[in-house]
C-alpha cells in the first residue's frame, strides 16, 4: 500500500511542495515520486529510523527531563521542504540587505541618530525600548557592525511570497537544528542526495568563525575565540558545545573569563591566563556583566563591559545591539532601509498596527479577534494572542493590557500561513504550517545560510511554530534545478 | 585548556577507575568468601573498612551483614564513594566536557549508568552478582579504551592520566593493607591457610594473576605480591608503574613543579619487604605514608592546575 498524494489537500493555502492541481512543484518533484514510490511500511520504516538516529544524539534530553530540566528530544518531521535556488537566491539577498541596513540604523542610534534627527523614525520609540543600551553610546565596534549573527524569521503566505516575519539579534538559536536536521536525513532519505541538485548548508561553522575572527582586536594569526555559555541548564547547551566543538573553539562560563587590571580579558587555563580575543556570548545583554547591569548576575564577567568598550575585545553580538529587535522598530524596517541604503526592500514585511499610535491602537483594539497581537519584546511566542483562535475572555486580557502599555504591543493580520505535507502517523500525509529561519552573519562579510531551520506546528491548524510551544522541525532543501 | 575543564577530566578519569575497583574489590571478595578455609572468619564489612567509610556506614546501617555491605557500596546515594555515586561523578564530568572527549564517551557513560541503575539489584543479590559486575568493568574497559583509542596526545590526555593513576595507585595500597591486616587479625596456624587463598585473590582483584605468573615465576607469597603490585616497573596497575605514568604526564604539562616534588617524594619511599613476616604493622605504617603522600599528590595537582585566585594568577 502507498500514500496516495492526489488525496492531499492544502486547503487554499501555498503549499510548499504541491500545487494546487495536486502536482509537485519543480523542487520537489523528485523529493515527491520518491515519496510517492514507497510503500506505507517503508515510509514509517524511515520515520522510526529519524526517531532512532535523534534518540542517538539527543540522549542528553532525556537524561536532563529525569533530573528536572524542561528539555526534550523534539519533533522532527521527515519529509523535507524544499525551495527553487532562484527564489533563494532573492530572498538571501534580502536578508542580505536588512542585515546590513538594521546594523547601519544600530551604528547610527549609538551615534550621531540622524535616523531621529531627520523624523525616520520618532525618538521615543527609541527612548523607551527596554533594549537600548545608554552604555553603548559612542562605542564604535569593528566594520561598525553590532549584530554579527541574525536569525530571521521568515514566511510564505499568498501566492508564495516571503515575508520577514521578526529578526532576532541578541542571541538567536537553532542553528545546529538545522545541521542535525540535514544529517538525520540524510540517514534516513540517502536515495535523494545522490544527485547535486540539493544545495549543502554544512560551512556554516566555519563561517561562524571566520567572521568571528574578523573581529579580533589582536592582529595575530590565530586569535583565541571562545564560545560564553550560561551553563548546562540552559535549554541552548547542547548548541553551545555543538558550535564550540565545531569551530574547535572553547566552551566557557563566566567563571572561566576575568578582566585584568589591563583592562583585557582572560580566560584561566592550566597554562596561567590567557587573552581571550573574541567572546561568542550566548548570554543575554543584562546578564554579562555584574559592574554594569544586574549586580546579581552569577553567569556574566565582572568588568566584561569596560574591557568591551575599550575595544580589547569583541563581544558578538555587541551589547545593546537588541535594540533593533525590538517589534516596534520592525514597522520601520523598510523605511530604515530605504533611509540607509536608498534601495527598495527585497524582502516585504508582515502589514504591522503600532499600538503607541492612537488612531492605530483604536483599530487593533476594535479587531483583537482577527489579528495576532505581539508584546514587542518577547521571544520564543510568549504572551501572544492569536485573534482567530482565541477566547473572548483571552481578548479582554489583550485589550487590558494594550491600554496600560501601548508601546510594548503590537498587531498584525492573521497570516496565511503556507503548508507543506508532513507525515503525522503512519502512512497519514497532512499539511502542516511552517516558517523559515535562515541565520545571517556580518563583519567583514556577510554570509546567509543555504536556506535555514524550518519550523513546523506539529499542531493541526496551528500556527505557533516555536519549540516552547510544541513546534517541531523538518530538513530545509535549496534545490537547484538549473544543475540538473 | 581550561582550568575548568582539566579539574572535570580529571576526576572523570579518577571516577571511571574508581567504578571499576569497587567492580574489581567486590567480585573478588565475592570469589574468596566461598574458598576460605576452616576456622577463618572474615566478613564483608572489611570492604567497608578498606574504603575508609566505617563512620558513614554506621550512621546508615546497624547490621555488618553482606547485603548492607553491598547496599553502601554498590548503591548507596549518601556513599559518595558508592558505585552509583561515582557514575554518577563520572557523566556530570563528561556532560559539561562533552566538547574535549570522543563524541561517544557521552553515550557510553549514559548506557554504563542506565545499565548500572536498572540491574543494582543483580549486584547485591547473590545469583547473578558475577554477570554484573562483569559488565561494569567491561563498561569502564570500553571508555578506557574509547579514550586510548582515539584522544590527542594533549593536555587533556595528561589528565586523563593523572586521575586514572592517582585513583588506582590509591587504591593499590588499600588492597595491600587490607590483605595484611586480614592476615594479622589471624594466629599462626589459621595465617597459613588463609595465606593459600588470599594472596592470589589480591593479585586477581588487579587483574595480576597471569602477569605475576609470568614475571615472578615462583610460588605465590604475600612478601612477593607485596613486592610485585609496589615495585613492578611493567604492570599497569603496580603503585610504581602509576607513579612514573604520572611522571611522564606532568613532565608534559606546564608548571608542574610541586607536582613533580610531590612525586619524587613517593618515588623514593621504599620498604624492604623480603619475607612474609616484614608484612607487619610496620608495613602497614609504610602504606599509610604512601596514602597520604598520594593525598598530598593530588592536593598539588588541584593547586597547580585547577585553582585561580583572584588575581587570576593560578595559585
Redesign the interface.
Same mark, same amino acid.
Given at each position: 500500500m502507498k500514500v496516495n498524494w492526489k488525496e492531499y489537500d492544502s486547503n487554499d493555502f501555498f503549499d510548499e511542495l504541491i500545487t494546487e492541481s495536486q502536482e509537485p512543484r519543480a523542487p520537489s518533484k523528485k523529493l515527491v515520486n520518491y515519496l510517492s514510490s514507497l510503500e506505507v511500511d517503508e515510509l514509517e520504516k524511515r520515520r522510526l529510523m529519524a526517531e532512532a538516529t535523534i534518540q542517538?544524539m539527543g540522549?542528553?534530553f532525556t537524561?536532563y527531563t529525569e533530573e528536572g530540566n524542561i528539555d526534550r528530544a523534539w519533533p522532527f518531521d521527515i519529509i523535507p521542504r524544499t525551495i527553487s535556488a532562484a527564489d533563494w537566491k532573492i530572498a538571501e539577498a534580502g536578508l542580505k540587505q536588512r542585515l546590513t541596513a538594521l546594523n547601519l540604523f544600530i551604528n547610527d542610534l549609538y551615534h550621531d541618530q540622524n535616523v531621529i534627527k531627520d523624523g525616520i523614525i520618532p525618538e521615543h520609540i527609541i527612548k523607551d525600548s527596554k533594549n537600548f543600551r545608554p552604555e553603548c553610546v559612542g562605542i564604535s565596534p569593528p566594520f561598525g557592525v553590532w549584530a554579527h549573527i541574525c536569525g530571521t524569521d521568515l514566511v510564505r503566505a499568498g501566492e508564495g511570497q516571503f515575508y520577514v516575519l521578526e529578526d532576532n539579534l541578541r542571541v538567536p538559536s537553532g542553528v545546529s537544528y538545522m545541521l542535525e536536521n540535514r544529517a538525520i536525513t540524510k540517514r534516513v532519505l540517502p536515495e535523494l542526495f545522490e544527485n547535486d541538485t540539493i544545495l549543502p548548508i554544512d560551512d556554516y561553522t566555519s563561517k561562524l568563525f571566520d567572521m568571528l575572527a574578523a573581529l579580533s582586536p589582536r592582529n595575530i594569526e590565530v586569535p583565541e575565540i571562545v564560545v560564553l555559555t550560561p551553563?548546562?541548564f540552559n535549554s541552548a547547551y547542547f548548541e553551545h558545545?555543538f558550535l564550540?566543538?565545531q569551530m574547535g573553539a572553547?566552551?566557557?562560563?563566566g567563571?572561566?573569563l576575568?578582566v *585584568?587590571d589591563d583592562d583585557c580579558v582572560?580566560?584561566?587555563?592550566?597554562? *596561567?591566563?590567557e587573552r581571550v580575543d573574541v567572546i561568542y556570548r550566548r548570554i543575554d545583554d543584562l546578564f554579562i556583566d555584574p559592574e554594569a547591569f544586574d549586580p546579581n548576575s552569577v553567569l556574566g564577567v565582572p568588568g566584561l563591559m569596560r574591557a568591551w568598550q575599550k575595544g580589547n575585545v569583541a563581544l558578538a553580538n555587541a551589547p545593546g545591539a537588541g535594540v533593533a529587535d525590538d517589534k516596534v522598530v520592525y514597522a520601520y524596517v523598510p523605511e530604515i532601509i530605504k533611509y540607509y541604503l536608498n534601495e527598495e526592500p527585497i524582502l516585504a514585511n508582515v502589514e504591522t498596527f503600532l499600538c503607541d499610535d492612537p488612531e492605530q491602537r483604536e483599530y487593533v483594539l476594535d479587531n483583537l479577534d482577527k489579528l495576532v497581537i505581539k508584546p514587542a519584546n518577547e521571544s520564543g511566542g510568549y504572551g501572544m494572542l492569536v485573534g482567530p483562535h482565541s477566547t473572548k475572555k483571552d481578548q479582554a486580557l489583550f485589550a487590558d493590557l494594550i491600554k496600560s502599555n501601548p508601546r510594548n504591543y503590537i498587531a498584525q493580520p492573521t497570516l496565511k500561513l503556507s503548508t507543506s505535507p508532513t507525515l503525522i502517523s503512519k502512512g497519514v500525509i497532512e499539511p502542516r504550517h511552517l516558517d523559515l529561519r535562515p541565520f545571517i552573519l556580518q563583519s567583514k562579510d556577510t554570509y546567509v545560510t543555504t536556506g535555514g531551520l524550518t519550523r513546523v506546528a506539529m499542531k493541526k491548524g496551528s500556527l505557533v511554530v516555536n519549540s516552547s510551544q510544541g513546534g517541531g522541525s523538518k530538513d530545509t532543501w535549496i534545490v537547484d534545478l538549473e544543475a540538473e | 585548556m581550561l582550568s575548568r575543564v582539566a579539574e572535570r577530566i580529571y576526576w572523570s578519569a579518577r571516577y571511571i577507575e574508581r567504578v571499576e575497583n569497587i567492580a574489581r574489590l567486590v567480585s573478588v571478595y565475592d570469589n574468596m568468601l566461598y574458598d576460605l578455609p576452616k576456622g577463618v572468619d572474615i566478613s564483608w564489612y572489611n570492604l567497608v573498612e578498606i574504603n575508609g567509610s566505617t563512620e558513614l556506614f554506621h550512621e546508615r546501617y546497624k547490621v555488618q551483614d553482606e547485603k548492607n555491605v553491598l547496599k553502601f557500596m554498590l548503591e548507596d546515594a549518601t556513599n559518595s564513594s558508592s558505585m552509583l555515586s561515582s557514575i554518577k561523578m563520572v557523566r556530570e564530568n563528561i556532560r559539561t566536557t562533552r566538547d574535549v572527549v570522543p563524541e561517544a564517551t557521552w553515550e557510553l557513560i549514559n548506557e554504563l549508568d542506565i545499565y548500572a541503575r536498572q540491574n543494582i539489584k543483580k549486584g547485591i543479590n547473590r545469583s547473578d552478582r558475577h554477570t554484573f559486575l562483569n559488565r561494569i568493568i567491561e563498561g569502564c574497559q570500553t571508555i578506557n579504551g574509547l579514550l586510548a583509542g582515539t584522544m590527542s596526545r594533549d593536555a587533556t590526555w595528561q589528565f586523563v592520566l593523572l586521575g586514572r593513576n592517582v585513583e588506582r595507585s590509591d587504591m593499590t595500597t588499600r588492597v595491600l593493607d587490607a590483605a595484611v591486616s586480614l592476615m594479622l587479625q589471624h594466629q599462626e596456624e589459621e595465617r597459613l591457610a588463609l595465606a593459600q587463598v588470599l594472596w592470589s585473590k589480591v593479585l586477581k582483584s588487579q587483574g595480576a594473576y597471569l602477569n605475576y605468573r609470568r614475571t615472578v615465576r615462583t610460588s605465590i607469597s604475600g612478601a612477593k605480591v607485596a613486592k610485585f603490585l609496589l615495585n613492578d616497573p611493567y604492570f599497569p596497575r603496580s603503585v610504581s608503574f602509576c607513579f612514573s605514568e604520572m611522571l611522564v604526564a606532568v613532565n608534559k604539562l606546564p608548571h608542574g613543579e610541586s607536582v613533580l616534588d610531590s612525586l619524587k617524594v613517593l618515588k623514593e619511599m621504599d620498604f624492604e619487604v623480603t619475607t612474609s613476616d616484614d608484612l607487619d604493622e610496620e608495613f602497614r605504617n609504610y602504606l599509610n605514608e604512601l596514602q597520604i603522600g598520594i593525598i598530598q599528590l593530588s592536593s598539588n595537582i588541584t593547586e597547580s592546575w585547577f585553582s585561580f585566585d583572584k588575581e587570576g594568577e593560578a595559585a
Open positions: 542517538e540522549v542528553s537524561v551553563g548546562i558545545a564550540a566543538q572553547e566552551l566557557v562560563e567563571s572561566d576575568f *585584568g582572560y580566560m584561566k587555563t592550566i597554562a *596561567g591566563p | -
